[in-house]
């Protein structure tokens, strides 16, 4: 029987790529290897297949192999391509951003003197969606775009189209970016790009660009489209990205046992591959502690990521929650300060609406009435329904400190445009202050505002707020707190750990999903055991079930 030679074997492999069969790829190319010793065409497809597999540091290995080996022969054209992906992995692998800039620099040096081609174009894209600031990366999208038509290149035109749309939302031309961002995506589900490499790209930027708009039911459509696409081709780097996304929605959202469920995933998946971009998902999740009021957990997650302009958000709100009110104010001060300019960036309206808050417990109302201001025009710049709430939310905050008439319009117009948000901590917010400014003059409003505010905060756990709510009801002589659905002494904690005990979580499992020590799970089971007069974790997980269904 005749033995296939090393190229039947390449030509299987790259057949399977295109098809979207890695496992089948991977044992194609290690045949092709085996047959033929060394071959720059079977390294590169099997670092491809083993990246979709999600064995990363392996698929670099034998890109950079495939990378030296064009390079040798040389296909500087092909080699180029190599080093500009292996540029940006650097990053989402162990977050070397020097190693990034030293791939960019061989790419770079490989191109000088080539002719022009897709591949200028392909540099020139990638480099710019790691270094460049949005107005940068809008240029260098449009002059992209032109090599991508000159060449008729639709994957360089798609992911092309995708980053222009995220530079125009980063730019506050939200209806532009968008429209750019949705044909990008009608490209790739219209069949008309074949790169599965290029798809997942287009999908991580579409749902950046749509998380970045606050277009909360844009982000969950393509979220769910992406999920499918990961889904069926087994992409577990898109997985990761899109279950951070969808958890940042879901938080938003008030959805936050989902949320957890999601963010918890994206990190776990991340760990195991792309190991730099767990970050995302960890700072996410330590936001959402803050807003549950697992402080010690928040800063847990934090730790270490201090420097990170990301972390920016979720560490002042700990240091808020912590009543570290000066530390959230330079915190975000300085951030803002660092991206002043002709205008502020789109994201950093969440700093906005927080530093006004933190303005306010300071008595700092002219500070706040400025802040409050900056994020009005970022807002109607933007035309975002969320961020015009979050505005109108930050005005109505500083007429109601200062005495100003107008906070009672601004509330009910921010929660006009949370309709499709209501569970959003945003809405809960805007009727706990619609409850503080009527506590004076009007009793029976005042009390079912701050109900409304309770009811939003305990359905999504946020425990801090949930006390602001229960304390300003005490204070207008009502009793708004809900009893808990199962036994009165389980503290939350506990409840937690017994949601995890009735799904079949042992000790040590509970304790990586709460981020705590094994031996802390095991004393909260030993609590939990003890309260209910259980006699075994079975029984505590049935009458967990049993109180719940």
């Not at 299987?12 to 071959?39: H, I, N, P």
């Not at 720059?40 to 495939?66: K, M, S």
């Not at 999601?262 to 330590?286: D, Y």
Request: aromatic share 6%; net charge negative.
């Amino acid at each position: 029987m005749a033995t296939n030679t090393a190229t039947e074997h390449i030509a299987a492999g790259y057949s399977a790529l295109k098809a979207g069969d890695w496992a089948a790829a991977r044992l194609a190319f290690e045949a092709a290897l085996r047959v033929e010793g060394d071959s720059p065409e079977a390294h590169d497809g099997l670092g491809q297949a083993l990246w979709w597999l999600n064995e990363i540091e392996a698929a670099h290995e034998h890109r950079t192999l495939a990378y030296l080996g064009f390079k040798q022969q040389g296909e500087v054209r092909r080699a180029s391509r190599i080093a500009v992906w292996l540029a940006r992995e650097q990053v989402f692998l162990n977050g070397n951003s020097s190693a990034m800039q030293g791939w960019f620099a061989r790419a770079e040096r490989l191109l000088q003197g080539v002719p022009p081609c897709p591949e200028h174009g392909w540099f020139a894209l990638m480099r710019a969606s790691m270094f460049a600031p949005p107005e940068e990366l809008e240029q260098a999208t449009l002059r992209c775009l032109e090599m991508a038509r000159q060449f008729g290149d639709t994957d360089l035109e798609v992911i092309t189209l995708v980053f222009y749309g995220l530079a125009q939302v980063s730019l506050g031309r939200m209806l532009e970016g968008l429209a750019s961002v949705d044909e990008a995506m009608a490209a790739v589900t219209g069949g008309e790009v074949s790169n599965f490499m290029v798809i997942s790209e287009v999908f991580c930027v579409t749902l950046s660009a749509c998380e970045l708009a606050g277009d909360m039911v844009r982000t969950e459509q393509w979220c769910r489209a992406a999920a499918e696409f990961a889904r069926r081709h087994n992409c577990q780097f898109l997985s990761a990205y899109c279950r951070t996304t969808y958890g940042g929605l879901l938080a938003a959202t008030g959805r936050w046992q989902e949320a957890e469920a999601e963010l918890l995933q994206a990190i776990a998946t991340f760990s195991a591959g792309h190991r730099a971009l767990r970050v995302h998902a960890v700072l996410k999740l330590a936001d959402l502690r803050v807003s549950q009021g697992r402080l010690e957990e928040a800063q847990a997650l934090l730790s270490g990521y201090e420097d990170y302009d990301s972390a920016v958000l979720p560490m002042s709100r700990l240091y808020f929650a912590q009543g570290e009110a000066r530390l959230a104010q330079a915190a975000l001060e300085q951030t803002l300060r660092s991206r002043s300019g002709d205008s502020l960036p789109l994201d950093s309206a969440p700093l906005l609406l927080l530093l006004v808050e933190v303005l306010i417990v300071l008595e700092e109302g002219n500070r706040a009435a400025e802040v409050a201001r900056d994020l009005a025009e970022l807002a109607r710049k933007a035309n975002s329904d969320l961020l015009l709430a979050q505005a109108e939310l930050a005005e109505g905050q500083v007429r109601r400190f200062m005495g100003e008439e107008g906070a009672a319009e601004c509330f009910q117009s921010a929660l006009a445009r949370l309709k499709s948000y209501e569970r959003s901590l945003v809405a809960g917010r805007a009727k706990l202050e619609m409850a503080r400014l009527l506590k004076d003059s009007d009793w029976a409003g005042a009390v079912t505002w701050a109900k409304a505010a309770l009811a939003s905060f305990e359905r999504a756990g946020a425990t801090r707020d949930a006390d602001e709510a229960a304390g300003l009801l005490r204070e207008l002589g009502v009793s708004g707190r809900s009893a808990p659905r199962l036994q009165k002494q389980l503290t939350q904690r506990e409840e937690e750990v017994l949601a995890l005990l009735a799904r079949g979580l042992t000790n040590r499992e509970i304790a990586e999903r709460l981020f705590i020590s094994a031996k802390t799970a095991e004393h909260h089971v030993s609590q939990i055991l003890e309260k209910l007069g259980a006699r075994s974790r079975a029984e505590a997980a049935a009458m967990s079930l049993n109180e719940r269904g």
